[in-house]
């Protein structure tokens, strides 16, 4: 017999992820790999328009997938095997919508994707239900609104189908700020019991999990033209560069105890949404690795300062974002608060740099670090950069 989906204390010791969030997260690696590969194709056909609006809208789609499940599982994990089972058709579910991503990409087909999101949904209102089954009062109203909220979302998605490919944008529009309401609406009465350092945990591990993704995606692609140009100079500030960015990306995320700062919905629903530019920032620099790696060999159809902005433009906002809703709130006077922002600007500036773009960024955002790292010692606060 299943146990009764009773809420977790939010002020329960040593929680951490548990070896299943951590299996949930791994399925997303397919879909994120897969829009940040239609993204880098795009660009470097000249498509931008429709290549950063097809990517904003399927990264949204993954992000939220994944946030729905995320924020639950920190309040009700139960663990037993009806729980498991039911996150187990969750996944199965991602990876229908990893699969249906290119389609939906480059024909605005979203039928697979909407399939995917049925599962995942129709398995997300079912942990819902059985929460509201073993929770009285202003919980179980809760948990029945969500239920509610998530299936009307749903419904709304089937303007992706039943609309023309043109409106696809549009949907998006609608129904996505519909879903970001849900919470707020929900919770309106009473909040749910998320852990602060569990949520502040599953958000770093999925971090990890998108800059790992975009090592890879950069990989391949100087794998790719080391087997086809074997020129290894011209190759070398680009990998360098991007490897630089990457790790300089970890370094500035990981730097702030963010759990400190989420007491409330009203702090971490502002810094959860927050992360949707975050995520996507820091998914994105790998594809515009990929574009400046083909760029360099002739086979993107843009400029070198356009291909230089695919990885400058994303690096950037990533720094800004990060800065915004996640490491400004651990800062200590002007200096340090100044560091991440005068930054972004800087890498921005590298665009100009041409085909030594990447480096020249790479070679900013270590500087980020190392001018962080000086002003923590002499002022003796936390790490924050």
């Given amino acids: 017999m299943p146990v009764l989906m009773r809420a977790r204390r939010r002020d329960e010791e040593h929680r951490t992820a548990t070896p299943l969030e951590l299996f949930f997260d791994l399925c997303f690696v397919v ?7 239609q993204l880098a194709h795009a660009l470097a056909e000249g498509q931008p328009g429709h290549g950063i609006t097809g990517y904003l809208m399927l990264f949204f789609a993954i992000w939220w997938a994944w946030m729905n499940f995320s924020w639950f599982a920190s309040a009700y994990d139960t663990d037993d095997p009806l729980y498991r089972v039911v996150t187990l058709v969750q996944m199965a579910g991602v990876l229908v919508l990893a699969a249906g991503v290119p389609r939906a990409f480059t024909h605005s087909d979203f039928t697979v ?28 109203r809760t948990a ?15 303007g992706l189908l039943a609309l023309p490919k043109g409106d696809v944008p549009w949907v998006f529009v609608v129904v996505g700020p519909l879903e970001l309401a849900v919470p707020a609406l929900a919770e309106r009465e009473q909040q749910t ?8 945990e599953r958000y770093g591990l999925f971090t990890i999990i998108v800059l790992g993704e975009t090592i890879a995606a950069a990989t391949v692609a100087v794998q790719s033209a080391l087997d086809e140009n074997d020129e290894l100079s011209a190759l070398l500030p680009i990998a360098g560069g991007g490897l630089l960015l990457v790790f300089a ?8 105890p963010i759990h400190l700062h989420l007491r409330s919905n009203r702090q971490a629903f502002l810094w959860g949404y927050g992360h949707y530019p975050v995520f996507g920032s820091a998914a994105a620099i790998g594809a515009g690795i990929e574009i400046a790696v083909e760029e ?9 300062f356009a291909a230089a902005a695919c990885v400058t433009v994303p690096a950037a906002l990533f ?3 990060v800065w915004l809703i996640h490491s400004r709130h651990q800062k200590r006077g002007p200096a340090q608060q100044l560091v991440l922002p005068v930054s972004s600007l800087l890498v921005l500036v590298c665009t100009f740099a041409g085909r030594w773009a990447v480096l020249a960024a790479g070679l900013v955002a270590c500087g980020t670090v190392a001018v962080g790292v000086a002003l923590t010692s002499r002022q003796g606060t ?3 950069e």
Wanted: glycine share 8%.
């Fill in 249 to 256: 990306a970890y370094w500035i995320y990981f730097a702030v």
């Fill in 296 to 304: 360099t060999f002739g086979k993107a159809h843009l400029s070198a």
């Fill in 193 to 200: 019991t998320w852990h602060p350092h569990h949520i502040a």
């Fill in 113 to 140: 994707i909407w399939f995917g999101y049925l599962v995942m949904r129709l398995a997300l209102v079912t942990q819902w239900l059985r929460a509201a089954h073993a929770c009285r009062g202003a919980e179980r």
């Fill in 144 to 158: 029945l609104r969500y239920a509610l909220g998530v299936t009307v979302c749903q419904i709304g998605w089937l």
């Fill in 382 to 384: 936390a790490l924050v």
């Fill in 31 to 37: 879909a994120i790999a897969e829009a940040g590969r």
């Fill in 319 to 321: 720094m800004a974002t």
